[in-house]
């Protein structure tokens, strides 16, 4: 604890203007303790004003994108999201496209499409509390960008540009219902494959420990259990951290190890927050990855069909009971 007068006496910056000028004239400044860390985090946290998180609304922005790469995928569409610490313990994420409208990687936000002013009156990315908001915000700039480059409705429907042409169209709707008649001349699709993963994206106001819960039902993923441990150091008057990982058990050898790996928590139930956000995050692009390979693989089945209707008539071959 500080003592009183220490608390009641002028405050001498002298001192501390020397030690920071002797800081920036090294080449490689002095690591810092502990103690000194701390003592400088507290401080930049009481003088530096936090910048309100933008409203993110109701709408999934991560997976409008995704359906709208699904969407452009002969156009070579991509999306892919990267994160990095920001201030104060937050979050920044931003997410790269290329497709359509952008043939060079172009990182959302940027400073014509999500910048905010920090307290600096700097434009910069904004900081989010939850890993998952600065995703879903660094996905609703660009899909806000699509939406400018009239590549996105204003609702949010995929548009799709004609070949040499410049002004987007809606995709070509789906064919009507077939007839009796019509669908038992065809194989049956859910005979010859499964059917696609169903889609369960649109519930980010859930915890993401339960969404992880069902998402590794659905891929047949072992629910990982949540380890955390404690970084307290010996140091009088250090804060307490946590350090969390995700233990997958048997199909840890088919997740990557860094997934569900966090660190400097400030509780137990932040960290176990922290991980199940983590792995959520690995799980929606590992489904997207799972329906991406179903859909090239119906897609060339359909293919496979198409062309044995041509050689036998439409009909299957009775003897064998299949299309070969």
């Not at 006496?9 to 001192?15: E, G, H, I, L, M």
């Not at 089945?301 to 064998?320: K, N, Q, R, V």
Request: with cysteine.
């Amino acid at each position: 604890m500080p003592s009183a007068s220490l608390l009641s006496d002028p405050v001498d910056y002298r001192d501390l203007k020397e030690w920071i000028a002797h800081q920036e004239s090294l080449p490689q400044p002095t690591p810092l303790t502990d103690a000194q860390r701390k003592a400088i985090a507290e401080l930049k946290a009481s003088i530096i004003k936090n910048v309100p998180e933008p409203e993110l609304g109701e709408t999934d922005w991560v997976s409008l994108l995704f359906r709208f790469r699904d969407a452009n995928h002969e156009d070579n569409a991509a999306v892919s999201f990267r994160d990095e610490a920001g201030p104060n313990g937050t979050w920044r994420c931003f997410c790269s496209y290329t497709g359509p409208g952008s043939h060079e990687p172009t990182e959302f936000p940027n400073k014509d499409s999500g910048f905010i002013a920090d307290s600096r009156n700097t434009p910069v990315a904004p900081g989010f509390a939850k890993k998952k908001d600065a995703k879903k915000y660094a996905a609703r700039c660009c899909a806000e960008w699509l939406m400018k480059v009239e590549l996105l409705s204003p609702k949010g429907e995929v548009l799709r540009r004609r070949k040499g042409s410049s002004v987007a169209t809606p995709p070509p709707s789906i064919p009507a219902t077939p007839s009796k008649a019509q669908a038992a001349a065809r194989p049956s699709a859910s005979a010859s494959s499964p059917s696609p993963p169903a889609s369960d994206d649109s519930d980010n106001e859930r915890p993401a420990a339960e969404r992880v819960r069902d998402l590794c039902k659905h891929l047949g993923i072992i629910q990982p259990k949540y380890h955390v441990v404690s970084t307290a150091t010996s140091a009088p008057g250090n804060a307490l951290f946590f350090d969390g990982r995700a233990d997958f058990g048997t199909d840890a050898v088919t997740v990557p190890e860094t997934v569900g790996r966090v660190t400097a928590c400030l509780s137990r139930a932040s960290t176990k927050e922290r991980i199940a956000e983590e792995v959520l995050v690995y799980l929606i692009e590992e489904k997207a990855r799972r329906e991406e390979q179903f859909r090239a693989v119906a897609g060339g089945g359909a293919a496979d069909a198409t062309d044995d209707d041509d050689d036998h008539g439409g009909s299957l071959d009775e003897s064998t009971g299949s299309d070969e």
